[in-house]
C-alpha cells in the first residue's frame, strides 16, 4: 500500500488511531481499543471536505466523581459534631475513587474532528485533534481535506482529470450495484467522446 501522509494517534485509556492516506484516493483506518478492533477503508470520492467539530465531554465520569464525592463529605461531615478523629481508611475509600473518575473525565474528554460522508452526512473519519502534535495533525488533515476536493470536479481541472474522477465515480456505482459494468463502460465512452467533441470545437475555432 503506497501512502501520501500517514497519521497515528494515541490517547491513554482511548487507544489509538492509525489513518494512512494513500495514492489510491482512498484512506486505510485502524481503530483499536483495549476490547475492539476495526478495520476498513474509505474512499475520497465519498467523503465531504467539509470537516465537523465534535466536542465530547465524559460526564458519566463526572458523575461518578460527584457521587463518591457527595459521600466523602457525607462521611467528613458525620464526625464533626461529635469532634470525633477522622477514619483515614474511611476517607481514602471515598476520596480516591473520586479524583480517579476526575482524571477519566479530563482524559476521556476531548474534539473529534468528524469527516462525514458526502451523501449520508454520517461520520466517515473521526481524528483527535492536535494528535499527536499540532504540527502532524495538520499536515495530515490539509492533505486529505485537499484530496477530497482533488476528487471533485470543477471547471478548471484538466481533462484527464476529469476522466480519472468520472471514472472513480462509475467505478463506485458498480460496486454498490447501482449500475452494472456495461453501463458504467457506457457512460464512460459519451464522456470521452463528449470530452474529445469539445476538444476538435476548442482546436478549430482556435
Known amino acids: ?82 469532634f470525633e478523629p477522622y477514619d483515614t481508611h474511611g476517607r481514602l475509600f471515598f476520596i480516591i475513587p473520586a479524583l480517579i473518575c476526575l482524571v477519566l473525565y479530563k482524559v476521556k474528554s476531548y474534539d473529534f474532528v468528524s469527516i462525514n460522508y458526502y451523501q449520508t452526512k454520517e461520520s466517515a473519519l473521526l481524528l483527535w485533534k492536535s494528535n499527536p502534535s499540532e504540527t502532524e495533525y495538520e499536515l495530515f488533515f490539509e492533505l486529505l481535506i485537499e484530496g477530497i476536493k482533488n476528487t471533485q470536479i470543477s471547471p478548471e481541472m484538466s481533462e484527464e482529470n476529469k476522466i480519472d474522477i468520472y471514472l472513480k465515480h462509475l467505478e463506485f456505482l458498480v460496486s454498490e450495484a447501482v449500475i452494472s459494468e456495461t453501463e458504467a463502460q457506457e457512460i464512460m465512452e459519451r464522456i470521452v467522446n463528449n470530452i474529445q467533441n469539445k476538444q476538435s470545437v476548442s482546436n478549430t475555432l482556435h
Open 1 to 82: 500500500m503506497e501512502t501520501k501522509a500517514i497519521l497515528k494517534q494515541r490517547r491513554f485509556f482511548s487507544g489509538k488511531r492509525d489513518f494512512y492516506l494513500t495514492n489510491k484516493k482512498e484512506v486505510a483506518v485502524n481503530y483499536s481499543t483495549l476490547f475492539r478492533k476495526e478495520k476498513y477503508t474509505v474512499s475520497l470520492f465519498e467523503l465531504d471536505h467539509k470537516p465537523a467539530i465534535v466536542h465530547y465531554k465524559a460526564y458519566h465520569w463526572f458523575s461518578f466523581a460527584a457521587i463518591f464525592s457527595y459521600f466523602w463529605l457525607s462521611y467528613l461531615a458525620s464526625y464533626i459534631p461529635v
